[in-house]
């Protein structure tokens, strides 16, 4: 068994031997946070993959993500060091599924959010994440947005957006279940912490929160605000960010649940194996890949808001 610091040091050595990059989500492990080159949102981390002058990305998320990655830079080669490490939101809708509901609304948009395959990203007309859904829905020409596959996520873009807004039946089973009594019973306890929401949670949730954000967002706000306390209703790993970058404030879980079991698939054994025997290499069928890329650009071109 290597001590942790020997297994840090050769990650580092190999990443540097090999011209690679570490891309983490905010959501992972504290030791894959500390490792990475970039730690961000999905949005953040998408515009990485196409900026970052590596040769390969070892990316630090689930399925999805790396995907993207390799849709939008198919000159590198994408690593994702737990092949298992999959979005069970993105794998509430399927591209045949959503072919077949294209066909009940022909005048309507397809807006995926990016927690989606590439084969679903390639049957739509666009790509979102949390950081940008409204912007990227009010962009639009059409009136009528089928929006797959976050229902939550679509619910917080009809209170924003004048669109008739038609949702897929999805969601985050993390982020679902957070429940506006949760906020309430942690609010009692402190009540002088603001409380930051994702979008992905329920509109209850939503609807007493009193900021909703990316994680990106979320770290962005609780910097620069002068509020002291907060109430952090998304998954646990965002903690590790949070604390490190404001230790002179205080961020107490909306519930102690929140935990993505997929987003802590990569541990630092995982990731000094994934450069070490190259695996597992995430690739996306050319036909496929550059339908996909057509939206991802199309979202990319939009302004981050939150
Ligand atoms: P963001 O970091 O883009 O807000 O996404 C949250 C999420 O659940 C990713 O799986
Ligand atoms: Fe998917 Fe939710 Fe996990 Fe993000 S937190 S990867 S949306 S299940």
């Known amino acids: ?7 840090i040091d050769k990650i580092n050595d190999l990443k540097k031997m090999k011209n ?15 490792i990475a080159d970039f730690t961000g949102d999905s949005l953040g981390l998408s515009q990485q993959a196409v900026q970052q002058d ?17 849709i939008l830079s198919p000159q590198k080669t994408v690593l994702l060091p737990e092949i298992h490490a999959g979005c069970p939101m993105a794998s509430m809708v399927t591209a045949e599924a959503l072919r077949a509901e ?3 609304y022909p005048e309507a948009a397809v807006v ?3 927690n989606s395959t590439a084969e679903v990203k390639a049957e739509s007309d666009i790509c979102c994440t949390s950081a940008n859904a409204v912007e990227v829905v009010n962009s639009l020409e059409e009136e009528e947005i089928l929006f797959v596959p976050d229902k939550n996520l679509a619910d917080y873009v ?16 993390t982020h679902n279940q957070i429940l506006a009594s949760d906020i309430v019973r942690v609010r009692e306890k402190y009540p002088d912490a603001e409380v930051l929401a ?24 609780a910097k620069k605000s002068t509020t002291e306390e907060f109430i952090i209703a998304t998954e646990k790993g ?25 987003m802590k698939a990569i541990d630092l054994n995982a990731l000094l194996l994934s450069l070490e025997k190259m695996q597992h290499i995430i690739s996306v069928p050319e036909d496929v890949r550059v339908k996909a890329k057509y939206t991802l650009d199309r979202m990319l071109a939009i302004k981050r808001s939150r």
Not at 20 to 34: F, K, S, T
Not at 158 to 173: F, H, L, R, V
């Open 1 to 7: 068994m290597q001590n942790m610091q020997t297994i």
């Open 20 to 34: 690679a990059v570490i891309l983490a989500h905010n959501y992972e492990r504290g030791e894959i946070q500390d």
């Open 54 to 70: 590596a040769d390969i990305i070892v990316f630090c998320g689930v399925h999805f993500m790396a995907e993207s990655a390799a």
């Open 102 to 104: 294209k066909k009940k």
């Open 112 to 114: 995926c959010y990016v």
């Open 158 to 173: 009809a209170q924003n957006s004048t669109k008739k807004i038609i949702p897929w039946e999805g969601y985050c089973p």
């Open 198 to 221: 994702h979008p992905e949670c329920r509109r209850d949730v939503l609807d007493i929160s009193d900021r909703i954000f990316s994680t990106t967002g979320m770290l962005d706000y």
């Open 238 to 262: 965002i903690l590790h960010r949070l604390e490190k970058e404001n230790p002179e404030k205080k961020f107490y879980y909306a519930s102690e649940f929140a935990i993505c079991p997929e």
